[in-house]
Nanobody, 123 residues
Framework: VQLQASGGGLVQAGGSLRLSCAAS????????MGWFRQAPGKEREFVAG????????HYADSVKGRFTISRDNARNTMYLQMNSLKPEDTAVYSC?????????????????WGQGTLVTVSS
């Protein structure tokens, strides 16, 4: 599966953005999906994950209550709605797919990665 993230940009603190991850291939619905981010000079970190049917989601504590992950299997697309953005959310956001039904929170839980999209939150 090939993944392409989009929707990043510059936003003021307190604002919102919605990221999309478009997947190629007919088996998108069989993959667990996740979002990760990497800020300059920092390790890549887990943001959110969603199971193959979208019935199970989980989030990093730092984004819980502000971000919402979702997927539309008919459109082969995953989303990340980001609200109440903070300057510390600034990072390159990447989407990933894993050969499992339920998503993990570690990079090694995922098998395919897309190129990221930059999110910059100004104070």
């Amino acid at each position: 599966v090939q993944l392409q993230a989009s929707g990043g940009g510059l936003v003021q603190a307190g604002g919102s953005l919605r990221l999309s991850c478009a997947a190629s291939g007919r088996t998108f619905s069989s993959y667990a999906m996740g979002w990760f981010r990497q800020a300059p000079g920092k390790e890549r970190e887990f943001v959110a994950g969603i199971s193959w049917r979208g019935s199970s989601t989980h989030y990093a504590d730092s984004v819980k209550g502000r971000f919402t992950i979702s997927r539309d299997n008919a459109r082969n697309t995953m989303y990340l709605q980001m609200n109440s953005l903070k300057p510390e959310d600034t990072a390159v956001y990447s989407c990933a797919a894993g050969n499992s039904y339920y998503s993990g929170s570690l990079p090694r839980d995922y098998d395919y990665w897309g190129q990221g999209t930059l999110v910059t939150v100004s104070s």
